[in-house]
């Protein structure tokens, strides 16, 4: 093990999903020198396996947190305005039927069982419509427009239900990319000064009087070193309480509850661009979403999930109940044969002591612990619509033991490729195009999608297709990967074909094999810079 010569961090984060990475962010623009260790990927957890939505949280109303739900509404426009390219807004179809029911666990169910016990635990309409205006209205929308009413019947968006649904409520949310948000917090928290450590796990940190040492792993290597810091920040996600326990051999009373969402990818099941929002007779709800252009993502299910070492899959069991509760409104059903890939995260949840996994808590707890020398910070829960104010919480209670040259600073401020208008998408594309003619619409609007303003420095001083190199399929090339290595941390085929994009669903075993063997070369080669990937130990 060496002791590291490398200067001493204000505040070192342990964790790269969107709470560590967005903490690390806005502590490094406020002048704080900032170190940030992930044992794996960026966003190889809980932070590339949710159901991909800024949102307030409909349903949150039913458990009465109107100030996680208020807080999230507004914070839509504040991360789509800084974000257009990953992140748009979205059109809801809430389909209504005298069978909607709530989940008994809810308080709006306890209290309405107890004044209006006739109901007998049905969403009423008028509860449903009193719902969307405050969803409406909690937030104070500015970009995105309100609540209105649909006749299935006549409306496109009944066309793929079954004909027992007349009429719909149809609302604003917003899509976000949630993999590549994580990505380009990490990437200007970079920018701005900060250290960003893949692959590296924080094997254990013990106080030294008024600051940390961290013992920190090479995941490829085995390479030890050790590390100081004024403060520690615990964003390890499902981890938290096991760093805690284990890595920090501090006690707590504070716990996490694990509760694992699962998700099915299927062919497209409609042809217009909005989302449905399911409620079922069980009180629970899911969405079908356009995802991918060809395909349609319906998702989740809550239940509990013991072990953060066991990684979360969705059973056999979570597939058929999406599928029986999807059949529940498509017209045509589908089945297991209609599903492309699957895939589950665990939600570290703080533990609240609700009766079950759909009642706990979204909202995030905060906890310091400054007992016997250096301060911790410990991050429990949230949402990833407010992972911004989350970080800006973590701030405050940080700025208390550690004073930042400057103060908040994150509300507005695009990421990478974000500087554009958030109706600018299509504008960007005919320029890319302009510039590139050899660029399809589906090509030039994938890598919008993905880089933004970025995607003709990406595609820099290329006259035709074959100047970007090797296509390794679906219009993935080298320079592209060349860029993804480069700039955002990626050192494996699944982290470019499954977290910096979703091109796994259209490239086969084969291809994504070959795209792993040509990035262990490239990344071998001499010329290739230790910064391009991430700082090495």
């Not at 709470?19 to 932070?47: M, W």
Request: with cysteine.
């Amino acid at each position: 093990m060496s002791q590291s010569s490398v200067e001493p961090v204000d505040l070192f984060v342990i964790g790269g999903g969107i709470n560590g990475c967005g903490i690390a962010r806005d502590a490094a623009g406020r002048g704080l020198r900032v170190a940030l260790a992930e044992k794996n990927d960026l966003a190889s957890a809980t932070s590339s396996a949710s159901t991909k939505l800024f949102h307030g949280g409909l349903r949150y109303l039913e458990y009465f947190e109107f100030r996680l739900v208020r807080e999230a509404l507004i914070e839509r426009e504040v991360l789509l305005s800084a974000m257009p390219h990953i992140s748009w807004p979205m059109r809801f179809v809430l389909p209504y039927h005298k069978g909607m029911r709530f989940d008994a666990q809810t308080p709006t169910s306890k209290l309405l069982s107890t004044i209006m016990p006739w109901m007998k635990g049905r969403r009423p309409k008028w509860l449903i419509r009193l719902g969307l205006f405050m969803y409406d209205t909690l937030g104070g929308r500015k970009v995105l427009p309100g609540t209105k009413v649909l006749d299935l019947r006549t409306a496109p968006e009944g066309a793929p239900l079954q004909d027992q649904f007349a009429q719909a409520y149809e609302y604003s949310d917003c899509w976000i990319e949630d993999s590549r948000l994580v990505v380009l917090n990490a990437r200007d928290a970079k920018a701005r000064g900060a250290e960003i450590l893949t692959r590296t796990e924080v094997v254990s940190a013990q106080r030294g009087g008024d600051h940390w040492e961290i013992t920190l792993r090479d995941s490829v290597t085995g390479a030890e070193q050790i590390r100081r810091a004024r403060m520690l920040v615990n964003a390890a996600g499902p981890w938290v309480a096991r760093t805690i326990h284990d890595t920090l051999a501090l006690s707590s009373r504070d716990n996490v509850r694990l509760v694992r969402g699962s998700h099915i990818v299927t062919r497209r099941l409609f042809d217009h661009d909005k989302c449905y929002f399911f409620q079922g007779t069980d009180g629970r709800i899911i969405f079908a979403i356009p995802y991918e252009t060809d395909f349609t993502l319906i998702g989740t299910t809550d239940a509990d999930h013991d072990d953060p070492s066991e990684p979360p899959v969705c059973t056999p069991e979570e597939q058929d109940y999406l599928i029986d509760f999807a059949n529940g409104y498509f017209k045509t059903p589908i089945g297991r044969e209609d599903i492309v890939w699957t895939y589950s995260g665990v939600r570290p949840l703080y533990d609240d002591g609700a009766s079950s996994a759909t009642a706990a808590t979204r909202d995030y707890t905060l906890t310091v612990n400054a007992e016997g020398g250096a301060p911790l910070l410990n991050v429990f829960g949230g949402k990833i619509t407010t992972y911004r104010r989350l970080a800006e919480s973590a701030m405050a209670r940080i700025g208390q033991h550690i004073r930042a040259p400057q103060g908040p600073w994150t509300a507005g401020v695009p990421l990478p490729g974000g500087d554009f208008p958030v109706d600018g998408v299509n504008d960007l594309v005919r320029d890319l195009q302009a510039r590139f003619t050899f660029l399809t619409d589906r090509w030039a609007l994938r890598l919008v999608r993905a880089y933004g303003t970025e995607s003709a420095e990406m595609l820099s001083g290329a006259a035709t297709a074959e100047d970007l190199g090797r296509d390794f399929g679906a219009t993935l090339t080298e320079a592209e990967v060349r860029w993804l290595m480069r700039q955002e941390f990626a050192r494996t085929a699944e982290d470019v074909v499954w977290r910096r994009s979703k091109l796994g669903l259209r490239l086969s075993a084969g291809e994504i094999a070959d795209l792993d063997t040509w990035m262990a070369a490239e990344a071998a080669r001499p010329a290739a810079s230790p910064s391009t990937t991430a700082t090495p130990l």
